[in-house]
């Protein structure tokens, strides 16, 4: 029983491992080129709005009020109108996700700091600080640049996420080989 769950694991090691070099292929082909990226995280959003539709459409059949079923039309109306703007017109789309981007990270950083101060006593609370400092700077390179960095900051952020996920899973799963060793 104990040597089929080792090969078990084993073989769920070594899948991990091939997922985690493709993650980190993807990641560094992601940041080489941003726009392209950029447009495929565009063009998925579109579609996963689209998808959100077809779910408020369904649920408001399945509403027992008037009402209810109205608002989930109008919000799958919603839904699905973005959703085909945005698969139509994926430059518009992306520059939309970049301005997106750099208002979440704008508000990031300011609650940063309300957070870093609030407390501020506490050890470890310059870290916040710092954090907040480098989140609004990414915040204001974004927008000083918009709508231009459009066709960088999405596509980017994404590749380095993606990177950075191949890496962990990478070190994750030898590290389960090694224990398996």
Not at 1 to 16: F, G, K, N, V
Request: charged share 10%; glycine share 8%; proline share 3%.
């Amino acid at each position: 029983m104990e040597h089929a769950l080792r090969t078990d694991i084993r073989r769920a090691a070594t899948w991990s491992l091939a997922l985690s070099a493709l993650m980190i292929v993807t990641g560094l082909l992601a940041i080489g080129i941003p726009m392209i990226a950029g447009v495929a995280v565009t063009l998925i959003v579109g579609w996963l709005l689209i998808a959100s539709a077809a779910l408020h459409f369904v649920f408001a059949w399945r509403s027992g009020h008037a009402s209810a079923v109205i608002w989930e039309i109008l919000l799958g109306l919603a839904y699905a109108v973005i959703g085909f703007y945005v698969l139509s017109n994926p430059a518009v789309g992306l520059a939309s996700l970049t301005f997106a981007v750099a208002a979440y990270l704008f508000i990031e950083g300011i609650l940063e700091f309300v957070l870093a101060f609030q407390i501020r006593p506490a050890p470890g609370s310059g870290w916040l600080l710092v954090d907040g400092v480098i989140t609004l700077v990414l915040a204001v390179m974004i927008w000083s640049t918009w709508p231009s960095s459009a066709t960088w900051v999405v596509g980017t952020l994404v590749g380095i996420s993606m990177l950075f996920s191949g890496v962990t899973r990478l070190m994750l799963s030898l590290a389960v080989r090694r224990i398996l060793a």
